[in-house]
């Protein structure tokens, strides 16, 4: 049975739901938990980073937010996020989807990263009974920070749109949140734009996904007074995802988070053995968790976003040439698109470079077979 924190109102949505959360659909935290929300892009290592959350007893997450600038699509998202929070949670959660594209610029996720978002990688997964709101993260984010009394921590884990957006509407919650802890970024170490057999031959060699989407929304959020948190490549380079493990997470598996899991592995096993993939957003949310998964310094942050005069190959012309605030979209040089720079004048932001990588495996392994 759920077990339900929350006032309901219904509505029927676009976005394939049939019930919504319209009302104020917070309340008051467990004083010993941490309150969290979780906006997300919905692809594959943001999956096993809900589960976690759900999973974990010191965690109150209070709503998942998505919207359709990252991997996932918002239709798919608001079917996958209840469905993945079914085998995890009794507790009901606060889900809604935000704008389809970024603040500005052109640049996406190749298709087919975003068809294996927004299928769960075919692995096949009941429907999930949380109702979807049809209120903005804007909103929803606004709403859990003035309904509860404890200070909230974001985990932004996609694009930073939706976190930019709600800082522009309302500046005056920006006070009353512990912290954001972003995965994305990268600093000391190359960035992962080029990938073989996807994006052969582009010209951005250091930055990171998440930022470059939406390098205008990154910089607004760095530019705040937000204390962050950037859990980049730097240090995510460290919990590699390997073929070893994925073996001793399958003997292990044995609660339904940890059962789907196993199958996305199984899935994605040339993923893993292309080497490239790793926990970037497990580790994420494992800082949220247990702040001690982040050693590293404090420096002030900037992102790097040059305009050019004409549209590059690398621009996906679908994306309307309107933004959401009305003006005229620009385009922007891909090659320096996304970058993150030491330096400036934003309120320092404590960067991970160190963390404790066999522990991370084992308390993730640990958590997805805790039982209900």
Same mark, same amino acid.
């Given at each position: 049975?759920?077990?339900?924190?929350?006032?309901?109102?219904?509505?029927?949505?676009?976005?394939?739901?049939?019930?919504?959360?319209?009302?104020?659909?917070?309340?008051?935290?467990?004083?010993?938990?941490?309150?969290?929300?979780?906006?997300?892009?919905?692809?594959?290592?943001?999956?096993?980073?809900?589960?976690? $959350?759900?999973?974990?007893?010191?965690?109150?997450?209070?709503? =998942?937010?998505?919207?359709?600038?990252?991997?996932?699509?918002?239709?798919?998202?608001?079917?996958?996020?209840?469905?993945?929070?079914? $085998?995890?949670?009794?507790?009901? =959660?606060?889900?809604? *989807?935000?704008?389809?594209?970024?603040?500005?610029?052109?640049?996406?996720?190749?298709?087919?990263?975003?068809?294996?978002?927004?299928?769960?990688?075919?692995?096949?997964?009941?429907?999930?009974?949380?109702?979807?709101?049809?209120? /903005?993260?804007? /909103?929803?984010?606004?709403?859990?920070?003035?309904?509860?009394?404890?200070?909230?921590?974001?985990?932004?884990?996609?694009? $930073?749109?939706?976190?930019?957006?709600?800082?522009?509407? /309302?500046?005056?919650?920006?006070?009353?949140?512990?912290?954001?802890?972003?995965?994305?970024?990268?600093?000391?170490? /190359?960035?992962?734009?080029?990938?073989?057999?996807?994006?052969?031959?582009?010209?951005?060699?250091?930055?990171? %996904?998440?930022?470059?989407?939406?390098?205008?929304?990154?910089?607004?959020?760095?530019?705040?007074?937000?204390?962050?948190? =950037?859990?980049?490549?730097?240090?995510?380079?460290?919990?590699?995802?390997?073929?070893?493990?994925?073996?001793?997470?399958?003997?292990?598996?044995?609660?339904?988070?940890?059962?789907?899991?196993?199958?996305?592995?199984?899935?994605?096993? %040339?993923?893993?053995?292309?080497?490239?993939?790793?926990?970037?957003?497990?580790?994420?949310?494992?800082?949220?968790?247990?702040?001690?998964? *982040?050693?590293?310094?404090?420096?002030? =942050?900037?992102?790097?976003?040059?305009?050019?005069?004409?549209?590059?190959?690398?621009?996906?012309?679908?994306?309307?040439?309107?933004?959401?605030?009305?003006?005229?979209?620009?385009?922007?040089?891909?090659?320096?698109?996304?970058?993150?720079?030491?330096?400036?004048?934003?309120?320092?932001?404590?960067?991970?470079?160190?963390?404790?990588?066999?522990?991370?495996?084992?308390?993730?392994?640990?958590?997805?077979?805790?039982?209900?």
């Amino acid at each position: 049975m759920i077990k339900s924190k929350f006032i309901k109102q219904c509505a029927i949505l676009s976005v394939a739901a049939t019930t919504c959360f319209t009302g104020n659909a917070f309340s008051a935290n467990a004083a010993e938990k941490t309150p969290v929300i979780f906006d997300t892009d919905m692809a594959i290592d943001d999956w096993s980073a809900l589960l976690l $959350l759900a999973k974990t007893d010191s965690i109150d997450l209070l709503a =998942v937010t998505a919207n359709g600038v990252g991997e996932t699509r918002c239709a798919p998202a608001m079917r996958n996020i209840p469905a993945l929070l079914a $085998l995890a949670t009794e507790d009901e =959660v606060v889900i809604g *989807c935000g704008d389809a594209y970024p603040l500005d610029g052109y640049f996406t996720f190749p298709e087919p990263w975003r068809q294996q978002a927004d299928t769960l990688s075919g692995v096949e997964i009941a429907d999930g009974t949380l109702p979807i709101t049809a209120k /903005h993260p804007v /909103h929803i984010i606004h709403e859990a920070i003035e309904s509860t009394q404890q200070k909230i921590t974001l985990l932004a884990t996609g694009s $930073l749109t939706n976190i930019a957006q709600w800082i522009e509407h /309302h500046p005056e919650d920006v006070s009353k949140v512990e912290k954001l802890v972003i995965m994305g970024g990268s600093f000391d170490t /190359h960035g992962n734009i080029i990938v073989p057999g996807f994006t052969d031959g582009h010209p951005n060699k250091s930055a990171e %996904w998440n930022i470059y989407v939406d390098a205008i929304a990154a910089e607004k959020v760095f530019s705040s007074q937000l204390n962050i948190e =950037v859990v980049g490549l730097d240090v995510t380079n460290e919990v590699k995802v390997t073929t070893e493990f994925a073996k001793d997470f399958k003997k292990k598996a044995k609660t339904e988070a940890a059962i789907f899991w196993d199958k996305v592995l199984d899935d994605n096993d %040339w993923f893993i053995n292309s080497g490239e993939y790793y926990f970037w957003d497990v580790l994420a949310a494992l800082v949220v968790i247990d702040p001690s998964f *982040c050693s590293g310094e404090y420096s002030s =942050v900037t992102v790097s976003y040059d305009l050019i005069e004409q549209p590059s190959q690398w621009d996906n012309q679908n994306i309307p040439d309107v933004t959401y605030t009305g003006a005229k979209r620009k385009s922007y040089d891909p090659a320096t698109f996304g970058v993150l720079r030491r330096g400036g004048d934003n309120k320092p932001a404590k960067i991970c470079k160190k963390t404790k990588s066999k522990e991370a495996f084992s308390l993730f392994t640990e958590t997805m077979n805790k039982s209900l």
